[in-house]
């Protein structure tokens, strides 16, 4: 109690001493620029939270120390995103290495198969070995165009990534397990990232379930773009779902059980549901299976002013759980419409594909949009309005104006 | 007489803005107290002013806030962190009072 009162008396003269300073930090404020990229971020070194100290802060936009978005202009020219560009969205705190100890100790059990184990990570490189291009896209990716007012990060572009994860298939992880019970509807994977916060786990574990199906393309990853895997992405080891949204990719992965019902965890029952605005509740679908999107890249608002002449309109696109079949791009606001170009690599149906279209533009103002299509499934010109801003695919919003001179 | 009038505003105009500051700083030491105490919100959060070193939300000395977006994220909650106002962890009054001394006092 003497405590409490100590720190109260403390931060009381702390309040006085900052309400007396408020005009001098005003003066200060108006004459100094500020930009959202570059206000909020903290002391450490470049600007970013210590534990990712490493990575390139000119590429990224700090909404807070846990929510670092990617410009759209940086999520990478050759295809793949470099790690030092990825965007961090983490509801737990990133492990630390005293925490995670040897990594190849590492342990994660296995349930709901034949035969339940546990494996290090050490044994799990024994079982296979792969290595798979995915998107990692958080749910929200694109909830900074939605116009209700919605919670958490304000996200365009950025919370996404194309990455190449090397680890072992789900598949030979189960085969080694004797296959899955019978019984089976889910797999359903669980960090152990709460573990240090000494949280209630029904609320702070991130357990989260996906169609059983989901395993067959599934992996343990214990690499990301050919570097052991950072601690802030979830190293030592990761579930990567492919197709899916970025938070059923658990990160700190502790378990994967083969389940009847979906977790009963709050990140599974209460959050990202898709819900009406207004309602909420475990009835709404879960953030799954990713929608076909695409977005330009170059130019935008980011680049500044284009040079009239030929204009290279770069972006990329993807198809969800299937193959992106094609993109047109227009420089009208959708008026019409012309096919570009897929370049570059095809790294297969989990990854994006850079695609190119070369205008002849004049002086003058243009909104440029683009439009992909999985084949059976194509971009909606407008957002799927829902309570907290996921999923968001529609083109119009992803569109941008610039200006040629 | 003037003077005497000069001097009755005067002695009324402090009076007014004591009053005002007395209320004021009672406020804030009870947003500090449901912060750090009664909702554990240092439990969670980095905020200097508070003394708190929480690392499982926003630091929220580094990010822009609102008295009316704090006020929605304690009445609503968001991920792991609680609906303090949906689920009657906190009166309305309470929350407005917290949301009010963590506008005030993030990144000072």
């Not at chain 1, 500020?34 to 990575?55: C, Q």
């Not at chain 1, 194509?378 to 083109?395: C, D, F, I, S």
């Not at chain 2, 004021?24 to 919100?41: P, V």
Request: with cysteine; charged share 20%; aromatic share 8%.
């Amino acid at each position: 109690m003497r405590k409490i009162e100590k720190k109260l008396n403390l931060k009381r003269r702390s309040f006085l001493a900052s309400t007396a300073s408020i005009a001098g930090l005003a003066a200060t404020a108006s004459v100094v620029p500020i930009s959202i990229s570059s206000a909020n971020h903290n002391d450490g070194e470049k600007g970013l939270p210590d534990f990712i100290n490493w990575k390139d802060r000119d590429a990224l936009i700090v909404h807070s120390d846990k929510g670092i978005e990617t410009h759209r202009s940086a999520i990478g020219e050759s295809l793949i995103t470099p790690n030092r560009n990825v965007y961090i969205r983490n509801n737990m705190p990133t492990m630390t290495d005293a925490q995670i100890g040897n990594r190849n100790d590492w342990r994660v059990s296995i349930e709901g198969v034949k035969n339940p184990k546990t494996f290090t990570l050490a044994q799990l490189k024994k079982l296979g070995h792969t290595t798979v291009a995915t998107i990692l896209q958080c749910s929200g990716n694109g909830r900074g165009f939605f116009e209700h007012k919605v919670r958490g990060s304000q996200w365009k572009t950025g919370a996404a990534a194309c990455v190449f994860w090397t680890g072992v298939p789900m598949k030979a992880v189960v085969d080694a397990c004797g296959g899955i019970n019978g019984e089976a509807v889910f797999m359903t994977s669980a960090g152990v990232d709460h573990e240090p916060t000494g949280l209630d786990p029904k609320k702070a574990m991130v357990e989260r379930s996906v169609p059983k199906k989901a395993f067959k393309d599934a992996m343990l990853a214990w690499e990301m773009n050919g570097v052991s895997l950072p601690n802030a992405h979830g190293g030592p080891l990761r579930m990567v779902t492919p197709g899916y949204f970025g938070i059923n990719n658990v990160k700190h992965l502790g378990k994967v059980a083969f389940t009847a019902k979906e977790s009963s965890v709050k990140y599974m029952k209460k959050s990202y549901r898709i819900s009406p605005i207004g309602k909420k509740g475990s009835q709404y679908p879960s953030c799954w299976e990713m929608p076909v999107k695409s977005w330009i890249t170059r130019p935008t608002d980011e680049t500044g002013t284009v040079r009239a002449g030929k204009v290279q309109i770069v972006g990329v696109a993807m198809g969800g759980t299937k193959k992106i079949r094609s993109v047109k791009v227009s420089t009208d606001g959708g008026k019409s419409w012309n096919r570009a170009k897929f370049i570059g690599p095809d790294l297969g149906k989990f990854a994006w594909r850079q695609f190119a279209y070369e205008a002849n533009l004049s002086s003058g103002t243009y909104n440029i949009a683009s439009l992909a299509s999985n084949g059976s499934k194509k971009q909606p010109e407008l957002r799927m309005e829902n309570r907290r801003g996921y999923a968001h695919n529609g083109w119009k919003d992803h569109s941008v104006n610039i200006t040629v001179v | 007489m003037k003077i005497l009038r000069f001097l009755l505003i005067i002695l009324l105009y402090f009076t007014f803005n004591i009053q005002n500051i007395i209320a004021d700083e009672t406020k804030m030491l009870k947003g500090l107290e449901i912060f750090n105490e009664t909702a554990a919100c240092a439990g969670c959060h980095t905020m200097k002013a508070a003394g708190a070193e929480g690392n499982v939300g926003p630091n929220l000395d580094t990010v822009d806030l609102t008295v009316e977006s704090v006020i929605d994220m304690v009445t609503y909650g968001l991920g792991v962190m609680p609906a303090y106002g949906e689920d009657e962890i906190l009166t309305t009054e309470e929350i407005e009072i917290v949301s009010k001394y963590v506008v005030n006092s993030a990144g000072k």
